[in-house]
């Protein structure tokens, strides 16, 4: 691919066709206000999701049965996280990462580390101290990772960070510091206290984890987005066409996919944070790779490049194996078939759909672009 | 930190480490192929080695062999190793035709995105892996001790077993006639001609779709047999075996050099060999850390691996 023929999709991004019927095309031909009040009420929508067992008819099919709602809606929570974050990685800098849940690994075991009573260091933080700790941490073992191997092309960076989520993984088993399968017990949870004294993150409603999980979710949006469209996600857009043209253009390759790979990084320590203060235990059996090639199948499914597709992927994939549960067909669980039924979904969007389900505007026409150069079979 | 210990077996832990990695080696095959013609990582390509391994297990069953089973004689060894290659290398090798036609191709119609081809692999992984699971109960299956270890070759504090020489033969046999096949036939020119540049072979009149059939059918002739001599030396199989042996096969394929077949020869044993030394010298659960350390130190001096990409090169 030449830097002529590319210089259609490396302009700002297309005005929106009148004839574009999508919904999406609606939205962009809204004035401002309307835009902002569309997404507001999404979001208002999504704080209310806790209680959508309680609408007539619909409410219950939504409702997952053999699992607390609440506990489901906060895993989907920090797997959307996960898929934002993974989505910057992948689908900005188009970098390919199957190791992210090394990331994720790194930030909860952060916390662990520095709150658990059973921890050899004996610090015993509270759950909020740790999180700046724990986030800088993340991103200081994406840059650690990334400095020697961001100068990989695409298909060896993916091994090497595959290599990378398997070494802390392995480490997470047999590191006496870190402590295998016993795991670290008594994580404490979130600050913050009910009007009647009772602590508002307990063991006993997931619910407020979700509403913080959701809170963080609309932060770390915005930042993202407000990335891409600066001159750092003009870079990544670059460096994901062409990068030896951008390189020759004078981005400096290197170091803007270092910050791509560190605000993924970031994005996940977060999630890691969330995941230790719910949870309040973990061990070595809790990051196994598979997570991380499921988050990746989530944003391609999703439509990587774009943050709601990336929304999209996330909550695929934690809710539908969680819907499956507790359903019985012919005397079995779902729930023992949720990868398997998975596996044919990933098969058939990618087949019939292969940008993902919302791709974004401009990968979907750097794949126009695309088909016009290679051969007919 | 056991130094010694490596110095003092320094000979075994090596015979070892080329039996494990001589696997490796043909299990790499399979990736560096598919990744030489369509630069795509065949995720896949662990539950090709998975149902070969199956069905070497299901042919035994029929003779009602077990893990509990007697070790037969001689001959009817021979004849079930036989039979047991065969059906491998029957299963592995349709399944990769099976997943090369139901997810692949249609997305090289439609000219979808590299990506999108990475995910319906891992799809395509997961399907295979788990139908295998949810049929298996999840539970291990064990292997008919069809070989009994015993020493052909004594030399000090080295023994050489009956299964290591067998492993490395048959996989430097099958190496030597895929290395001939690839660059002294027809198809083997078809196949480096597609991996130099698949549209100006199509327009030379190499049928690129039959092709990269072929060597779908390669890699998965080659996990065939690879996962026969797995299964009789680990002696188990598990339905997520593929998974774990696949990141160490696509490594070693790495470390040589994707789309190198000689590469995937050199990386699988080295690989071999090295985790042997590794877990003597820092423990059997850490060996793992230590290939994947060599790999990136490998990479940041070689970007393209040992013996860098060269499928379509005229030596191969």
């Known amino acids: 691919m030449t830097a002529v023929e590319n210089h259609q999709t490396a302009q700002a991004p297309p005005p929106v066709k009148a004839t574009d019927r999508t919904v999406r095309g609606w939205l962009g031909r809204q004035p401002l206000p309307v835009r902002i009040l569309v997404i507001v009420g999404f979001a208002i929508l999504a704080y209310l999701l806790p209680y959508v067992g309680d609408v007539p008819v619909l409410g219950p099919q939504v409702v997952t049965q053999a699992n607390d709602w609440g506990s489901v809606l906060f895993e989907i929570s ?300 | 930190m056991n130094f010694v210990g490596l110095l003092h077996s320094l000979g075994p832990l090596s015979i070892a480490g080329l039996a494990q990695g001589a696997i490796y080696a043909l299990f790499a095959l399979g990736y560096t192929l598919v990744y030489g013609v369509l630069r795509l990582i065949n995720f896949a390509h662990s539950e090709v080695f998975l149902m070969g391994a199956y069905a070497a297990l299901n042919v035994w069953g029929l003779f009602s062999l077990n893990q509990n089973s007697a070790t037969p004689a001689t001959v009817v060894v021979i004849g079930l190793l036989m039979l047991g290659l065969v059906a491998a290398i029957i299963a592995s090798g349709a399944t990769a035709l099976v997943v090369e036609l139901v997810a692949y191709r249609p997305l090289r119609r439609r000219n979808a995105p590299p990506l999108a081809f990475l995910i319906t692999a891992i799809g395509a992984s997961l399907v295979i892996s788990e139908a295998t699971g949810v049929f298996t109960h999840r539970s291990i299956t064990g292997v008919p001790p069809l070989i009994r270890p015993a020493d052909v070759v004594t ?46 072979a199509a327009l030379m009149g190499v049928n690129k779709n039959r092709v990269i059939s072929l060597v779908f059918l390669l890699g998965g002739l080659m996990a065939g047999v690879a996962a026969v001599m797995y299964v009789l030396k680990i002696g188990t199989v598990k339905f997520d075996a593929g998974f774990d042996l696949g990141i160490v096969a696509f490594t070693a394929a790495v470390l040589g050099g994707i789309g190198n077949l000689r590469g995937a020869l050199l990386g699988g044993l080295l690989l071999g060999v090295v985790e042997n030394y590794a877990a003597e010298v820092f423990g059997t659960e850490y060996r793992r850390v230590i290939v994947f350390v060599l790999l990136i130190g490998v990479l940041m001096f070689l970007p393209t691996g040992l013996l860098g990409e060269s499928l379509g090169k005229a030596r191969a």
């Not at chain 1, 298909?155 to 480490?171: K, N, P, S, W």
């Not at chain 1, 994939?317 to 596996?343: C, K, N, S, T």
Request: one cysteine or more; aromatic letters at 12%.
């Open chain 1, 78 to 377: 920090y797997f959307v996280l996960l898929a934002i974050g993974l989505n910057v990685v992948v689908g900005f800098a188009g970098l390919l990462d199957l190791g992210y849940v090394g990331f994720f690994a790194v930030g909860a075991y952060t916390v662990a580390l520095l709150t658990s009573p059973d921890s050899n260091f004996g610090l015993k933080w509270v759950w909020l101290a740790s999180v700046p700790v724990a986030i800088a941490v993340a991103m200081f073992s994406g840059l650690i990772l990334g400095w020697p191997t961001l100068r990989l092309r695409g298909d060896y960076l993916a091994i090497v960070t595959l290599g990378f989520a398997e070494i802390i993984r392995i480490f997470a088993d047999s590191a006496p510091l870190l402590r295998g399968d016993r795991g670290f017990g008594s994580i404490p949870h979130p600050p913050g206290n009910n009007p009647d004294g009772t602590a508002i993150f307990s063991v006993r409603d997931a619910t407020p984890y979700y509403w913080l999980g959701l809170s963080i979710i609309i932060l770390v949006i915005l930042a993202v987005r407000n990335l891409d469209r600066s001159r750092v996600g003009r870079s990544w857009l670059a460096i994901r066409e062409d990068e030896e043209a951008a390189e020759i253009m004078g981005v400096r390759t290197i170091k803007f996919k270092l910050w791509a790979f560190a605000i993924g990084a970031c994005v996940a320590g977060l999630g890691g944070v969330m995941f230790a203060g719910y949870q309040g235990f973990m061990n070595s059996s809790t990051f196994v790779l598979q997570f991380s090639i499921l988050v990746l199948a989530g944003v391609v499914m999703g439509g990587s490049g774009n943050i709601a597709g990336a929304i999209l992927g996330g909550v695929l994939i934690a809710y539908v194996p969680e819907r499956l549960r507790g359903i019985e067909v012919f005397g079995q669980d779902l729930f023992q078939w949720r990868f398997l039924m998975f596996g044919v979904i990933i098969i058939l969007i990618m087949i019939f759909r292969p940008q993902g389900v919302i791709p974004s505007r401009r990968r979907a026409m750097e794949l126009k672009d695309r088909a016009k150069e290679v051969a007919p079979e």
């Open chain 2, 155 to 200: 030399f000090g504090n080295l023994h050489i077993t009956n299964l290591q020489v067998l492993i490395i033969v048959l996989a430097l046999v099958m190496m030597f006639g895929l290395d001939r096949f690839i660059n002294t036939t027809r198809l083997g020119r078809g196949i480096r001609a597609v991996a130099q540049n698949p549209d100006s």
